[in-house]
């Protein structure tokens, strides 16, 4: 892969974090998918953090309309998308005034100079100049007047002045181009692809970008341009993916393995619209996408379609998912499959709609009246969505059962390198559909205590179902003491031996150890990085990340008892630990973050070396 | 896998469950009515879906030797929108009481209708709910004690008929158990109806809202206080069809002789005659029968249609493979790994 | 409690929040509108009460600076309901979306209708969801391409005002917020109906459905297509009301000239001129104004009522003592005790 | 109290039990009722147990129709409605089929004769006429041929047959009372208030309860007639409550005591609606009761009750209680007194809506979105449910948070001598309206970390709450990530404090020894039978029944150290049980069951004793 040459020595980098900051109409998440895209042509590992305001647009110049992407990009492997950013973009003083603290000391900092008149400080709350009082004395500054530039660059391209001003994004993305030594003709043909029902956009676009990148020479005080080498992954095809467009792969690949119409019934709420956005697309796959009037009507429509012999599948977030929580109830009493995704926000109630957190596991594990067992699958990183999609699809068709995929939002908009999968070594599931009247019964269990799926079509198996108890073996309404019991029994054991069917559990690093970390979901990636570290200190440590939060792999505890001590990082108040205690009596440190953001390396890092350290075991860390 | 053409009769509608409604309950009516009206439909007993909610009109399923899915309260229209989009093929009644459809699953209802889902939505209304002992419901008159209104309700009930006709309903219609031919006739117009066909039959519960329809039912009274709609006819009632409904000052109607009467016509688009006649009230005469029925495309035929145009635009295969290669790929060369 | 009667003017509803809208959004303009209406009410302050459910509309009751409740999706009509009936002597409104309002709140919005409970309800309606970024609404045209619906949607819209007429609403109204005046006009009307009072406000998302309201708000088509009611007035519009809505064959609506035009009547209880009006879709005239206002007893009003007649009823004292030891009691006496 | 002579002489007994079963159609549950308050009014102490069937009425004739009332009375204390009845009334074949097997050997069993034919055997599923084919030789049976002898004896009473033939259950209730030698006069009474609508109607009903008590001296076979003396209760007025009727005097008492209108926001469903019944006729109290379209616009609504500065309720069962999850978040965020009472059936699902289950402790502690603590309170008897609403609004109102109430179907319908409480002696409810605008700030907190409740109408006050995050001070919007952080906090710590307020856990019984049975809800009968019977054994035996499921009491584990092994009876697969482990790391040993049914006696008792024998203790104790 051909870099253009720059006149410039490059400095040979292993990784680079950049985050690219400004209002929430400054195209700041545009910017982050494109210098993103870029890399992972290029071939670099990454990964991606957006983050963004739960308001349309909230007022100019405010720290409430900041929107933010951060990228980790690297000649290695990569898990997080960084604790600092090297390179900080900051295209107004709201930006800078948000995302400054985290800036790395010594890291370049790029500033939209025009925009620090003092109402613009005002606005964003600065009480003196940062550009002047000193504030930014130990960063590497580049101060850009975009606005002038950028006007000069565009010049002549036919476009108004609003217009023209727009292109600032692709200005500053130019820089950054140049400063991390990035293919920009490739870039090109992307911005005159995006914007080809407009011409003179495209151009005006395409003239910032390359003026941004030209402007990168002419800065003497700069250490750049740096270049990162590729990654060297594993071999094969790659494909950049965020969460949410990974997991509505997962759901069509499962449904065409299957052999099933893929029926999404859904309602919009962030973080999880973008999967009905994705699946609306394919329309060509027979896949039905259904927005219901509400969340109870999505769920009831997808468990109708999956009794019509779809794969029916609903997806929402904490506030819509609980107002599925009865009609998952039925899921389960008429033993159909149905997939339910809950892409979790911050909570509680309508919380922090854009932010990210782990605080439904409980909702998921236990949020429902009666004995109401559901599997319940966590997705690790954006690509692992696919994968456990797929898993929930099979798990819902093979055992006739409602399944709960949790992703969150850090996952849903994040993004990494995808390794794409053999469509033909997918495994295999098989709705075996029942067509044989005789000795049919709507209730009569397989090995894995899976009931036949009879669907309306078939002759002489009509039979009715509904959410009464029904007797073990016809389905009839049953009011039946013992019956009952068995019946709560047998769905219980159902699936309980799910557990019984997943590999044995073979934690990450060292085999045992100082320190087992066991996490779920979303903090995978800084949990690797952490333990990578803390290991480079010289610890023992081990890492067990759980896709099946419920039912819990039966050798968990074993696992567990060859380390010293146990740690469960999440984003909540400690909800795995309450879990793995309540279910398998299993003792826990917990370190507990709920600020909407994903965990830091270096907080768990430190957490597991000082726990390494500690005679005692405190019952939860405090963040350092 | 389709069944072979046999004729079938009114007793192969029949399951093997014990019905189990109050002796005397009008639920056994509209039961014999549907099993009766099943083999003059010429469809499948295995194409043939019922869905509902909860509550005693909602146990009606598990009667029907059909596929049958006795939901959850209020939910039936969207699980059987869900049934219906993903499999047109089936032919889907949805059977709900007046609490299960007006009240908790209000939404649902007026939702179905606009989107014209090709269901058949028959709204047992006994003007109580039934199955939990005795409360108002939406359609219970104001004023009315109950168990849950021993001072009589505030709340003013709706209007089925106008509630679903706002709503855009493309088949509305209104029929009494106690009225078997009649009740049949329009259960037969709805099956016939190609969209959302929303039918309101009055339902005696003898234990808990007896007689609520004894004004309308009883023989010397009921010809003079019923208007029984036919679709071209003159709006006439009466024992001698001598008394009409005409057009009054200023856009309204007007009781009057037979004669000179409006003339009915189900398929207007225009709204105001359906709910003109929707709205009356006593002591107007209560309307029965068709009060709309036009056609329009239902949702699970556009969609798939759009499907299959969706295919045919389809640059490329539409396989798995294609799919997840689609956007921007690159490739990592063997040799280079380290993981 | 009560505050002093000092003349408050549109700055004192103006609260201290950031308004975090869209630049060019028009809900900055209904904002206004409401903001300045209120000091023409004569009500204090603290005697407001603004409840939303979840979208932009929805932030409606951070801005002004009365009591307020931002609920959850869809779910404001029932919030304000207890609100009302725990205290008659609150104004209460509902700010509400397309989505909010019609869509997962639709059955809350209908039973609040026909309960009529006396709240002023405003659905700001951009026929899209503004909040989450542009999904099809329930009022997003047939086949309007959008995030969730890329190929087009399939649904059938709702039109609001057939669908609150239908509920039974005791007022109902449209206007727009490009129009201030007749907006004001309207939101005026609305506070003073005693009941529940419905009003759809057309309101332009500028960054999803930018132009939704085009059609009817340029200067040089807005009069040929829009037809203002006024009570008691013939059904004129155009530039020089030149044009008129009058009776056809067979209770219809005719286009034609001014004169013989039907005369508006509001007070109807009747609903067909009503509906007749709301249900037109072009190439007829769209309508602004109030087409229904008719009074009924609210349902605050009569549960008070109801109250105080329980109280007069009452024989003996309603003390908590009393309540507790009614019903059949025994004695046990002091000294067999061994518990 | 007299009793009225009786020709034979008695034969004094310490206690009875007595079940009444027939059609749903035969008045079993009057004819239990009437039973129950004529033993209550005599002084007995007592425990009911009604269970009928989902439909209204069922098929004539069948089992799925037998709807059945059991009632224990006695001389002494009575804590369950007994295992089995001494005394089986069964009015049709069916009601024989259901209910013999329960019938203690020996038992009296009174049957109606006349429904013994073929076509009565063939629709209850008797193959063979138990009449004749040895089924019943282990018991005392009583054959009456009802019709007849009610025809008879009301002859002249002015009545149709068919209302004749509806007057056999006050024939049947007759003879009851001649076999336990209750007061006929009193009942007379009762009879002629019940029916003084129909004068004639008044007279059939006497005359057949008459009827049947003379009957009981014509039938030579038997021990009868029994005395049950009056039980030395502890001195007062007391009166007969079933759990749902003390719930709503619990709830009124609440709002009267704290000067507030009650707003009750209920969507009827089996076995909650009573409550709403039982409020409904309430309306002189300033009480509102609103009968919502759904369970969501339920809460909602008496949300913006309390928004407005009345004490909102809500109540359901768990499927209703599904759909409230997402508002319980939004009472959560905005800190309003909300109360919330889940009358728990059997699930999942629609389940077995009239049947009594324990299964929705799970989704009461953590069946929401987000980190969302609502302390959780459950009521162990009928007439606790008075004093359990009362505290759970207490807490309510105290605090600023809603509060979830668990009750059940058993304790909803069955019944018990209550004890009025002083209504001086309740505790104080303060609702502490703000009223001063000066620093005056919606979410500044007190002592127990309550914000203030500022309702519409207090000028000055004017505020904007909802579910969003909101800031530590001013309640407005804060997507500040510590701000979240310490809200999350402070919103667990606040109910985390109601535990610190909570009197120390005393155990019933023993105060350390071999088994501590921890219970909650309805079994706490059961419960102290079975530990007073192990007692009796020799066994040291303590109980600690729950009333504060959430927060838990903070000594819990110190208590159960002094025993050396924990029982946890529950009505569920184990939920309690998971809770204790997950949230304290306490073990115990679990007794489920999941029958739709109260435990018996002797199922705990036999489990006591055999964990008391036990080297090695298991994880789940079968009912043996
Ligand atoms: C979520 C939920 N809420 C409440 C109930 C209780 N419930 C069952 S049926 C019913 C109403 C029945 O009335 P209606 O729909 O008129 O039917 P009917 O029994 O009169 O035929 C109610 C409230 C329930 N099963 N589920
Ligand atoms: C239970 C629940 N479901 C979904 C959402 C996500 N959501 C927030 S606002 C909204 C729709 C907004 O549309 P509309 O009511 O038309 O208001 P607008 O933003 O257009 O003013 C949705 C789906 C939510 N917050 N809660
Ligand atoms: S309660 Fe009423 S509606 Fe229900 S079965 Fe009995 S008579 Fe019919
Ligand atoms: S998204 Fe649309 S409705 Fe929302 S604030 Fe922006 S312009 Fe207004
Ligand atoms: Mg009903
Ligand atoms: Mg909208």
């Known amino acids: 892969m051909t870099v253009s040459a720059a006149p410039r020595p490059h400095i040979d980098l292993q990784n680079a974090v950049v985050r690219f900051a400004g209002d929430s109409g400054d195209g700041m998440q545009l910017t982050g998918t494109e210098f993103t895209r870029e890399a992972a042509l290029y071939g670099n590992d990454l990964a991606t953090f957006p983050d963004y305001p739960a308001e349309i647009r909230a007022p100019a110049g405010t720290t409430a309309g900041v929107s933010g992407y951060q990228i980790q990009f690297a000649a290695h492997e990569v898990y997080s998308a960084g604790d600092q950013p090297d390179t900080l973009v900051a295209m107004n003083p709201a930006a800078l005034k948000v995302h400054l603290p985290d800036l790395k000391r010594g890291g370049l900092l790029i500033l939209n100079e025009a925009t620090f008149k003092q109402s613009d400080l005002d606005r964003a709350g600065w009480k003196t100049n940062p550009l002047t009082d000193g504030t930014l004395e130990n960063y590497q500054v580049i101060k850009v007047d975009f606005e002038h530039l950028v006007g000069k660059a565009v010049e002549g391209a036919g476009v108004s002045a609003k217009d023209a001003s727009r292109c600032k994004n692709f200005y500053a993305l130019g820089l950054v181009f140049w400063i991390y030594s990035r293919d920009i003709e490739r870039e090109e043909q992307a911005i005159r692809e995006r914007f080809k029902k407009s011409p003179p956009l495209a151009e005006a676009n395409v003239r910032a970008f390359k003026a941004g990148y030209n402007y990168g020479e002419t800065i003497e005080a700069l250490d750049a341009p740096y270049s990162i080498q590729p990654a060297r992954l594993k071999p094969g095809k790659y494909r950049n993916v965020t969460g949410n467009s990974a997991l509505a792969l997962g759901l069509i690949a499962a449904a065409q393995k299957a052999g099933l119409r893929l029926f999404y019934g859904s309602y919009p709420i962030t973080p999880a619209s973008d999967i009905l956005h994705e699946l609306s697309k394919y329309r060509r796959f027979q896949l039905t996408t259904f927005q219901a009037e509400d969340e109870i009507a999505a769920i009831s429509a997808a468990i109708g379609a999956s009794f019509a012999g779809a794969l029916g599948i609903t997806g929402s977030s904490g506030p819509g998912i609980a107002l599925k929580t009865e009609a998952m109830g039925l899921a389960l009493m008429t033993e159909l499959p149905l997939v339910i995704i809950n892409v979790q926000r911050g909570g509680p109630s309508t919380g922090l709609p854009t932010k990210t957190e782990q605080s439904d596991l409980f909702q998921a594990v236990y949020g429902r009246n009666g004995e109401c067992p559901i599997p319940v699958l966590a997705a690790r990183s954006p690509a692992d969505c696919f994968e456990t999609a797929y898993e929930a699809c099979r798990i819902a068709i093979d055992c006739r059962t409602p399944v709960i995929v949790l992703s969150d939002g850090s996952l849903a908009n994040g993004s990494e390198p995808w390794l794409l999968p053999d469509v033909n070594s997918l495994p295999k599931i098989e709705p075996d559909f029942a067509t044989d009247p005789a000795g049919f019964m709507p209730y009569k269990r397989d090995e894995k205590l899976a009931r036949p799926w009879a669907i309306p079509g078939t002759p002489g198996l009509e039979h009715r179902i509904g959410g009464l108890e029904k007797d073990a073996l016809t389905g009839n309404i049953s009011y039946d003491a013992h019956n009952h019991e068995k019946m709560v029994r047998t769905r219980a054991e159902k699936v309980r031996r799910i557990a019984d069917r997943l590999d044995p559990t073979e934690p990450f690093f060292d085999p045992e150890g100082e320190v087992l970390v066991i996490g779920w979901g979303g903090t995978y990636g800084s949990i690797t990085q952490a333990v990578i570290e803390a290991r480079q200190g010289g610890l023992k440590v081990g890492h067990v990340h759980l896709r099946h939060v419920f039912p819990l792999p039966n050798d968990l505890t074993d696992v567990a008892t060859r380390y010293r001590t146990v740690l469960v990082p999440e984003l909540n108040m400690g909800q795995l630990r309450l879990h793995i205690r309540g279910q398998l009596g299993l003792e826990s440190v917990g370190l507990n973050k709920i600020q909407g953001k994903p965990f830091h390396v270096a907080e768990i890092r430190s957490t597991i070396e000082s726990l390494a350290r500690r005679k005692h075991l405190p019952a939860e860390q405090e963040i350092a | ?339």
Not at chain 2, 138 to 166: H, M, Q, W, Y
């Open chain 2, 1 to 339: 896998m389709s069944a072979p053409l046999v004729k079938l009769t009114k007793k192969d509608f029949v399951s093997d469950q014990e019905v189990r409604w109050c002796p005397g309950c009008a639920d056994f009516a509209i039961l014999a009515g549907v099993q009766k009206l099943m083999p003059e439909l010429g469809i499948a007993r295995e194409k043939t879906v019922f869905i509902s909610g909860i509550g005693c009109a909602s146990r009606f399923p598990y009667y029907m030797n059909t596929y049958g899915f006795h939901g959850i309260h209020g939910r039936a229209p969207a699980i059987a929108t869900g049934l219906k989009m993903a499999n047109p093929d089936l032919t889907v009644w949805v059977v709900t009481g007046d609490g299960d459809g007006l009240s908790i699953g209000g939404n649902h209802l007026i939702h179905a209708l606009r989107r014209n889902v090709d269901l058949k939505i028959l709204l047992f209304d006994n003007r109580i709910y039934g199955l939990t002992k005795g409360q108002a419901s939406p359609t219970s008159e104001l004023g009315k004690k109950t168990k849950s209104s021993p001072f009589g309700t505030v709340d003013r009930p709706f209007n089925p008929l106008t509630l679903a006709l706002g709503a855009g309903a493309t088949f509305v219609a209104r029929t009494t158990a106690n009225d078997m031919p009649h009740m049949s006739s329009v259960l037969k117009r709805a099956a016939a109806h190609k969209g959302a066909a929303f039918v309101e039959i009055w339902q005696n519960c003898v234990v808990f809202n007896d007689g609520a329809f004894d004004e309308w039912s009883e023989k010397d009274v009921r010809d003079e206080r019923l208007l029984k709609l036919e679709h071209g006819k003159p709006l006439m009632y009466g024992k001698s069809k001598d008394k009409g409904l005409r057009i009054g000052g200023g856009f309204t109607l007007e009781m009057g002789a037979a004669d000179g009467a409006v003339v009915h016509d189900e398929s207007r688009d225009n709204l105001s005659l359906a709910l003109a006649l929707a709205a009356l009230e006593p002591p107007w005469p209560q309307v029965m029968g068709v009060l709309r029925a036009v056609d329009l495309p239902t949702v699970d035929q556009l969609a798939r249609e759009q499907e299959r145009e969706a295919e045919k635009a389809t640059r490329g295969p539409a396989t798995l493979e294609a799919l997840l290669q689609s956007g921007d790929t690159w490739d990592v060369t063997a040799g280079a790994g380290d993981a």
